[in-house]
């Protein structure tokens, strides 16, 4: 089975900090995504990389950068954490196939 | 941008009946995905349908797909207390490039009571 994990479920930051979420996948996936999931607004795309240092922009990508140095992790980054940054955020895989396989998500409240 | 986007917006019925949940989009597609995500979790890929495909079953749920409404449905029959869940359609616009981005819409949330 594919596997992506996130380096945390919870965390809670303060306004200002820097931010670093984590996520690994085991399946070798080329393209990796980074969401954001906020109720009544479904799950947004920030960025994606379809290969090892390959990124691109989502449909959000403002206050958010994005690191690749190996295939198998994906980071992102909120250089200053706002509060409107406070979300559920997902990270997923893509097979060749197209199907995204989804980490548990980190829900992140920015105080 | 919003893609998809499903109807209704919350869905109650009881366990033996059938769920059905609609998915309307915009634009062409190269396929159209339907995702399952239990409160606080990731989501699960339950099946993908192509443009060329007009349904498909997987289990005990079915997928129809309408090109000339952009429109899909899933069919979940036969429903469970463990099918509580919210349900989210995706689509694909383009297969080439750089990756193939999916874009969701804002989902039905199911519940299904004893």
């Known amino acids: 089975d594919v596997k992506v994990t996130q380096s945390s479920r919870y965390l809670v930051k303060r306004t200002g900090e820097k931010v670093f979420l984590e996520c690994v996948q085991d399946?070798?996936?080329?393209?990796m995504f980074w969401y954001r999931q906020d109720p009544g607004l479904g799950l947004r795309l920030i960025y994606f990389?379809?290969?090892?240092?390959?990124?691109e922009k989502g449909d959000i990508p403002e206050g958010y950068s994005v690191s690749r140095e190996k295939k198998e992790r994906f980071s992102l980054i909120l250089e200053s954490a706002s509060t409107n940054q406070t979300s559920m955020y997902l990270c997923?895989?893509?097979?060749?196939?197209?199907?995204?396989?989804f980490g548990p998500g980190t829900r992140l409240t920015v105080t | 941008s919003q893609q998809g986007e499903e109807d209704p917006q919350a869905l109650s019925i009881q366990e033996g009946e059938n769920a059905t949940m609609n998915c309307s989009y915009k634009?062409?597609?190269?396929?159209l995905q339907w995702y399952r995500q239990n409160s606080g979790r990731g989501l699960v890929h339950l099946i993908l349908?192509?443009?060329?495909?007009r349904e498909k079953h997987s289990g005990r749920l079915r997928v129809t797909l309408d090109t000339s409404k952009k429109s899909s449905s899933l069919l979940i029959t036969a429903s469970r207390a463990a099918d509580t869940a919210s349900y989210f359609c995706?689509?694909?616009?383009?297969?080439?490039?750089?990756?193939?981005?999916?874009?969701f819409g804002t989902g039905t949330r199911l519940q299904v009571t004893l």
């Open positions: 634009t062409s597609i190269n396929n």
């Open positions: 399946m070798d996936h080329e393209n």
């Open positions: 990389s379809y290969d090892v240092k390959m990124k």
């Open positions: 995706a689509t694909v616009l383009d297969v080439t490039g750089t990756a193939s981005k999916l874009t």
């Open positions: 997923a895989s893509c097979s060749r196939t197209n199907e995204q396989y």
């Open positions: 349908i192509r443009s060329n495909e």
